[in-house]
């Protein structure tokens, strides 16, 4: 069952959240100030990937199916 997600910048520069299909193409639902945060609801098993400006990985999450916090930080 899809739950609530909410991912928190702590990273120090603006990222880009992005939900990634299984064949590997991202849609970008975010950009996420630093100290700032996102909620989303997501379904178990969803993969999201998170970048900075430049588009480099800096993180990724998966859904849990249930209510959960995701911290990016160095």
Known sequence: ?????????????????????????????????????????IRKGAVWLITDADAKPVGYFIGAGEPSRAVIRQ
């Open 1 to 41: 069952a899809p739950a609530a997600i909410r991912l928190v910048n702590a990273l120090g520069k603006r990222v880009r959240v992005f939900s990634v299909d299984a064949n590997g193409e991202r849609k970008q639902f975010a950009e996420v100030e630093p100290n700032a945060s996102f909620d989303q609801t």
